[in-house]
C-alpha cells in the first residue's frame, strides 16, 4: 500500500525508527573507526617506544649480530612475538626474526620515523614502522589482528542493540505520537459530529497555544462563518416561501374563481387550466422548501408517538393502487403485523406516499413494485423496490441533493427534485437512515430503517 494511504501515526513512527536507525548507523561506523584510529595509534606509539629501548640497548651493549639470542635478548621478543627487520647500509641483513626471513615476507620501506605503514602477510595485516640510528635501520612490526578482533566484537555489539534500540524506539515513538495525535484525534471526532442541524457546537478549545490550538481556533472561525452563512441561506429561503405562499394562494384561488363563474371563452379555458397547474406546482415546491429550511434551521417540529406502519403502509398503498393500475402496475407487499415504532405518523406518511410514488412513477407499466417491512432490534427495516431502467450510476451518489432530477428512467416524469430530499431529512431527525441500496439496468430498491 502507498505511504500516503498509511494514517499519520504511522508515517511518524516509521519516519523516526528511519532516522533513529540512520543515526544508529553512523554513530556505529563512527565509533568503528575512531577505535581503529585510536588502537593504531596506541599500537605505533609502542612500536616507537620498542624501537628507542632497541637502539639505546644497542649502543650500550657491544653487540654480535650473528648471536640470535643476544639480538633477541636485546629486544625481548619471546614476549613481544614482533616482525623485525635489522639492516646495515647499504643493505646489509644483519638479523631477521623467524617470521621474516621467508622470501617473501614483507619489506617495509623508510618512510620518516614519525609516519607507520601496514603490509598484508599471511592472509593478516602487519604494521611495520622503520627507524635509522646512524647506518643501523630497524624494522619493527606487529600483528593487527587483536585489533581486527576488537573493532569486530564492536560492530557485533552494535548489530544485536541496534534491533532492540529500535524496538524501544518503536514503542516509544508510537506512545509519542500518540500522545501528541490525541487533539487531532479530539479535533477529527468533534468535527464529524458537527452537521447542518448542529453548527452551533464548536472544538473544544486547548489550553496550549501551540499548532493544534491555532488550527481550534481557526476551525471554530471558520464553522462561526459556516453557521452565519447557512443561517443566511435557511432564513431566505424560510422567509422566501412564507412570502410566496400567500400570493400563490391567492392566485389559485382566483383562477379556481374564474374557472367556476364560466365567463371565458374556449381559448381562454386551457390557459386558466395551465396556469391552475403550474399555480399548484409553485405552491407544492414552496411547500417543500419551507419543510427544508425548517428542517435544516432544526425547527422543524415532529409528534413522536406510538405508530403502528403496518397499518400506515397499506393504507399509503390503498391511496395509490389507482395510480399503480392505470399502468398495470403490480404492488407486492410482505410484512408481519403490529410494527410499532415511535415517530411522527404525518411525516413518515409523507415519506411513504414519496417513496412509493417514485416507484410507480419511474416504472415501466406493467412492472412490479415490491414492498416489505421487517423488525431489526428496535427499528423496522423498510425496503421499497421497482422494475424500471434503475438510476446509473453516475447519478446514484446525487439524488438526495435537492433538485436533482434524473431524466434517465422516464423522459417526462413529473417531480421537482425535492421528493428525496425531504424524506432523507425527515428520516435523518427521526435518529434513522434513507439509502439506494441497489440501482442497476432493471431493479432500484430503497432502504429505509
Same mark, same amino acid.
Request: aromatic share 6%; net charge neutral.
Given at each position: 500500500m502507498p505511504m500516503h494511504f498509511w494514517s499519520l501515526r504511522t508515517r511518524l513512527l516509521l519516519w523516526t525508527a528511519t532516522v533513529v536507525a540512520a543515526a544508529l548507523i553512523v554513530f556505529g561506523a563512527g565509533s568503528a573507526w575512531n577505535l581503529r584510529n585510536r588502537i593504531l595509534a596506541l599500537v605505533d606509539r609502542n612500536l616507537r617506544a620498542e624501537a628507542e629501548d632497541f637502539f639505546d640497548s644497542a649502543e650500550a651493549n657491544k653487540v654480535d649480530w650473528s648471536d640470535r639470542k643476544q639480538v633477541e635478548y636485546l629486544l625481548d621478543l619471546p614476549r613481544s612475538r614482533r616482525y623485525v627487520l635489522v639492516t646495515r647500509d647499504p643493505k646489509v641483513q644483519l638479523y631477521a626474526s623467524a617470521n621474516m626471513s621467508a622470501p617473501d615476507s614483507p619489506r617495509p620501506v623508510e618512510l620518516g620515523e614519525e609516519k607507520a605503514q601496514t603490509l598484508t602477510f599471511g592472509g593478516e595485516q602487519i604494521r611495520f614502522i622503520v627507524r635509522r640510528e646512524n647506518d643501523l635501520v630497524l624494522s619493527l612490526g606487529t600483528t593487527l589482528s587483536n585489533m581486527h578482533g576488537i573493532v569486530h566484537s564492536l560492530l557485533i555489539s552494535y548489530a544485536v542493540a541496534l534491533p532492540i534500540v529500535l524496538l524501544v524506539i518503536g514503542f516509544g515513538g508510537w506512545w509519542i505520537a500518540r500522545q501528541a495525535l490525541a487533539p487531532l484525534e479530539t479535533i477529527i471526532n468533534r468535527a464529524q459530529s458537527i452537521t447542518s442541524s448542529k453548527l452551533d457546537e464548536r472544538l473544544p478549545t486547548p489550553r496550549t497555544k501551540d499548532e493544534i490550538g491555532r488550527l481550534t481556533l481557526v476551525l471554530n472561525t471558520m464553522f462561526d462563518r459556516l453557521e452565519s452563512s447557512f443561517r443566511q441561506v435557511a432564513q431566505f429561503t424560510s422567509d422566501a416561501s412564507h412570502e410566496l405562499k400567500t400570493p400563490l394562494s391567492i392566485m389559485r384561488a382566483e383562477i379556481e374563481r374564474a374557472l367556476e363563474s364560466g365567463k371565458f371563452n374556449d381559448e381562454q379555458e386551457p390557459v386558466l387550466l395551465s396556469l391552475l397547474e403550474e399555480a399548484a406546482h409553485l405552491s407544492k415546491i414552496t411547500s417543500n422548501l419551507l419543510i427544508l429550511s425548517q428542517a435544516d434551521a432544526g425547527r422543524l417540529e415532529l409528534e413522536f408517538r406510538s405508530v403502528d406502519l403496518s397499518l400506515l403502509a397499506a393504507d399509503v398503498i390503498e391511496d395509490m393502487e389507482i395510480v399503480a393500475e392505470a399502468r398495470e402496475i403490480r404492488i407486492e407487499t410482505s410484512w408481519p403485523a403490529g410494527l410499532t415504532v415511535k415517530a411522527d405518523p404525518h411525516r413518515v406518511r409523507q415519506v411513504f406516499l414519496n417513496l412509493l410514488?417514485?416507484?410507480?412513477?419511474?416504472?415501466?407499466? @406493467?412492472?412490479? #413494485?415490491?414492498? =416489505?417491512?421487517?423488525?431489526? @432490534?428496535?427499528? #423496522?427495516?423498510? =425496503?421499497?423496490?421497482?422494475? @424500471?431502467r434503475g438510476i446509473p450510476n453516475a447519478h446514484a451518489p446525487q439524488i438526495f441533493r435537492r433538485f436533482f432530477r434524473s431524466n434517465h428512467s422516464v423522459e417526462k416524469a413529473e417531480g421537482y427534485g425535492l421528493g428525496l430530499s425531504i424524506c432523507h431529512e425527515i428520516v435523518r431527525m427521526h435518529g434513522g437512515s434513507l439509502e439506494l441500496a441497489t440501482a442497476n439496468e432493471e431493479w432500484t430498491e430503497f432502504r429505509l430503517s
Open positions: 410514488d417514485n416507484a410507480i412513477k419511474y416504472n415501466h407499466d @406493467g412492472g412490479t #413494485v415490491k414492498w =416489505t417491512m421487517q423488525p431489526s @432490534g428496535a427499528s #423496522v427495516v423498510v =425496503t421499497v423496490a421497482n422494475t @424500471g
